[in-house]
């Protein structure tokens, strides 16, 4: 099917809103040029000369969002499980990140992490390179050769790192990063570029001025980490004296939300200052759940965050976290708010299953526009699951299959998918 107007027939589940899931057995989701009319138990008149893909009897949901991955650690995903943040990135990460200035390497690993992106649930992303242009064009190449839509970074670290991974100035960083905007330029149609300081520690005031410069020009989004591991927040503290906060170590150089499209991953320590100021300036919250446990920093407060307006999606934080996909994320976001309930705040309820699809769908989605839903107007992103190796001799409803869906699904059982309306298989 190639055309962008269609209509599918299945048992389709979507969030309204974060305690609603919305759920049709036998429903007709429309498609009108890729993008939603929505949801019918009958196909209305005006769409009945649209061809119709019969489901029957399989899950459609809405396509999930990624909002923090990090693809050349892909390869080794699972190592290095047992270490904190910062030693691990020393160890393990950096070292791995080092090998992407050799194309052919990059060209197999992106291959890999590339399909298997392809093959699962989610239909966009926001995802790290590395420091070396020519790896990350490469990247890009492979995603939009995807059907993917997603944002890629040119990470850049003038500090804080090992000599082999580590730009020589800020001044050669920023002008790397210029040519890699200018080459990839009118380039893409589904690829788009956001810039991405690491973090704090990684990068220079006199880097983070001129990166603000950059995103000023190319009115660009950003994404970076923020207050994820007490190491690494005292490290800020001791780099950045005259910062009230994490956060605002960005915020003084423009790159903290407002007219920069910000995503800031973790947060899992962030005070009630760092909070305001995320809200008031739109800062999207990428929640990483299985890292933080993966890697020791904690669990973020994500029931407030969501409860509290905040904008939040979910992540996979790939390699920190060890499955790219974000069913596997909600799974995770739910076990986590509970263990934080229970041991750590009791006054943040634990995450419900509706909450945590809706951060991963539409809480995520909304930083590409109007993503996540079926509702009608957002753009057509659609997974559609065979989830008939779950099957079970009770009678379940939709509701109950999404939710075993959450805790049970794999990749393989993602038979179709749609981005934009466009079919990538």
């Not at 047992?82 to 052919?104: I, K, M, Q």
């Not at 305001?276 to 929640?287: D, F, Q, S, T």
């Not at 069913?327 to 708010?337: G, K």
Request: charged fraction near 25%; hydrophobic fraction near 35%; glycine fraction near 10%.
């Amino acid at each position: 099917m190639s055309n962008t107007s269609f209509i599918l027939r299945g048992d389709l589940c979507w969030s309204t809103s974060p305690d609603q899931v919305e759920a049709m057995r036998n429903g007709y989701l429309v498609s009108v040029d890729g993008v939603s009319r929505g949801v019918f138990q009958e196909v209305p008149e005006e769409y009945t000369h649209l061809p119709v893909a019969d489901c029957a009897g399989k899950l459609i949901v809405p396509g999930l969002t990624d909002l923090h991955v990090h693809a050349p650690q892909y390869a080794f995903r699972g190592l290095g499980m047992d270490l904190e943040l910062l030693e691990w990135l020393d160890t393990v990460t950096f070292p791995e990140e080092a090998r992407y200035a050799g194309l052919d390497y990059a060209r197999a690993a992106y291959r890999k992490f590339v399909e298997d992106l392809r093959r699962g649930p989610n239909t966009r992303a926001c995802i790290f390179a590395t420091l070396h242009t020519p790896a990350t064009v490469l990247l890009m190449d492979l995603l939009e050769e995807s059907g993917l839509i997603t944002l890629v970074g040119k990470v850049n670290m003038d500090r804080g790192s090992p000599d082999n991974l580590r730009e020589e100035s800020a001044d050669s960083s920023a002008r790397e990063t210029l040519a890699w905007l200018e080459s990839s330029a009118d380039r893409y149609t589904r690829t788009g570029a956001i810039l991405t300081p690491r973090f704090i520690p990684s990068c220079t005031d006199e880097l983070m001025t001129r990166l603000g410069e950059l995103q000023r020009e190319y009115r660009l989004p950003v994404q970076s980490h923020l207050s994820e591991n007490a190491g690494e927040v005292a490290w800020v503290r001791e780099l950045c004296p005259n910062s009230k906060f994490y956060g605002d170590a960005y915020d003084q150089f423009g790159l903290f939300g407002g007219d920069a499209p910000t995503i800031m991953a973790h947060c899992v320590l962030s005070g009630e200052a760092e909070q305001e100021l995320m809200k008031v300036r739109g800062v999207y919250i990428a929640h990483c759940p299985a890292s933080n446990m993966n890697l020791s920093s904690g669990v973020a407060p994500a029931g407030k965050y969501l409860r509290e307006g905040q904008r939040i999606g979910l992540g996979s934080d790939i390699a920190g976290g060890t499955h790219g996909s974000i069913f596997r994320a909600m799974s995770d976001a739910i076990q986590a708010s509970k263990l934080r309930w229970r041991l750590q705040d009791q006054s943040i309820k634990p995450l419900t299953t509706a909450e945590a699809f809706y951060m991963g769908t539409v809480g995520g989605g909304s930083f590409f526009g109007k993503v996540g839903s079926f509702e009608p107007g957002y753009e057509l992103d659609a997974v559609i699951l065979d989830d008939g190796r779950l099957s079970t001799p009770r009678e379940l409803t939709l509701t109950q299959r999404l939710e075993r869906t959450i805790y049970l699904s794999e990749d393989r059982d993602v038979v179709g998918k749609f981005v934009q309306g466009r079919r990538v298989f």
